[in-house]
């Protein structure tokens, strides 16, 4: 599966192989659609809370610090997942900066272009392919903003004989999906065992592995990680897959590589991973409730105060942020801790 365009490769081995579970298709087409493009802001496919306004990463920044300073002020880490264009880390550090932390910055990304991107923002930043290479020592503080949606999921669902995995299969150049044999009964919480026929239940196996692996870190070093996303408090039954091209909805199965494929996240299953490791989890929190707690509307005012002629548009990113029908109930935010330290503020 090397030469040719992504879905050329994708076609053929699915000829060969028969159906594949949406996780490899999935995996496969976001590996490519990162690896070949930056796809955040206006002119690209989707907007981000960091792209949004510098509040947002200096919130989070200020939050970290916080938690640092009262878990008594160790030689600290800064780590992000899927870092975009390093918007959110250039927020943050500044933040801690002007509240006395300044520790090394580790960026663990796969896509040479956001790399690029992210070096251009914060040029002193060591660059990862995932967190094995992240130092063992010192405490962990990690943040991941709309990184966990876009890791491969697999989808069952239900039908007259039981639960089976959905796969994708490719009739001429089309793909689709289609329902597998296997039977998976057995792995369907007993709670949602009996759903109507049809009904959809996802699972996302590669975040509860990053999580774990995640959590074991924090554990052995010391540390906190502040995890925003779309999502809920699963496990639940619905089908959450999406493309987004040009910032609205495009179908998952057509043009792989070329659109961005995610899924919501489910919070209740990502914090049961991390509890797996012993790791603490609190949350979720809509992010709306979040910022506030975190000062969002004070910064507001000091922003206005510094820029009149920018109030209205500083109002208005808040708003975007903040409001229930915009970013700010869909949106949460859990906090991961080592035992010991301190729950990050926003979460008592
Ligand atoms: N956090 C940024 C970008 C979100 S987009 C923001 O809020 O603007 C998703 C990010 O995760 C991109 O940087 C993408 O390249 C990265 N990413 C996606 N899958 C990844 C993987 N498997 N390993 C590492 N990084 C990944």
């Known amino acids: 599966m090397n030469e040719g365009a992504l879905p050329d490769r994708l076609a053929r081995a699915i000829t060969l192989g028969g159906p594949i579970p949406l996780s490899q298709f999935m995996g496969a087409a976001n590996a490519h659609y990162y690896a070949t493009r930056d796809p955040i802001g206006a002119q690209g ?113 239900q039908t007259a004989e039981g639960w089976r995995e ?25 709670s949602l065992r009996d ?60 043009t792989p590589g070329e659109v961005d494929l995610t899924a919501h996240v489910d919070f209740g299953t990502l914090m049961e991973a991390a509890r797996v490791e012993e790791a603490q989890a609190h949350g979720p929190v809509d992010q709306g409730l979040w910022l506030s707690a975190l000062g969002i509307d004070a910064r507001v005012a000091t922003l206005s105060l510094a820029s009149p002629e920018r109030a209205g548009q500083i109002a208005q990113d808040r708003e975007r942020l903040v409001a229930p029908d915009k970013m700010g109930e869909l949106f949460k935010a859990i906090a991961v801790t080592a035992p010991g330290w301190p729950i990050p503020a926003g979460f008592a």
């Open 45 to 157: 496919d989707f907007t981000t809370a960091p792209e949004v306004s510098q509040m947002f990463g200096e919130l989070i920044g200020l939050a970290l610090a916080d938690a640092w300073d009262r878990a008594g002020r160790p030689p600290a880490r800064y780590v992000e997942l899927g870092p975009g264009r390093g918007t959110l880390a250039a927020d943050a550090l500044r933040a801690m900066a002007s509240a006395g932390l300044t520790p090394s910055v580790h960026f663990v990304e796969t896509s040479p272009v956001l790399r690029a991107a992210q070096k251009e923002r914060v040029p002193h930043a060591e660059w990862h392919v995932d967190l094995v290479g992240v130092p063992e020592d010192g405490a962990l503080l990690v943040v991941a903003n709309e990184f966990f949606d876009a890791l491969p999921i697999r989808q069952l669902v």
């Open 166 to 190: 959905r796969l994708v299969a490719c009739q001429d150049t089309l793909f689709l999906p289609i329902t597998g044999t296997t039977g998976f009964d057995a792995i369907i919480p007993p």
């Open 195 to 254: 759903a109507a026929p049809g009904s959809i239940l996802e699972t996302a196996p590669a975040a509860a592995s990053v999580m774990r692996q995640l959590a074991r870190r924090l554990v052995a070093q010391g540390g906190t990680a502040l995890v925003t996303d779309y999502g809920y408090t699963g496990p639940a039954i619905g089908d959450t897959l999406q493309a987004v091209r040009d910032h609205g909805f495009a179908n998952p199965f057509d």
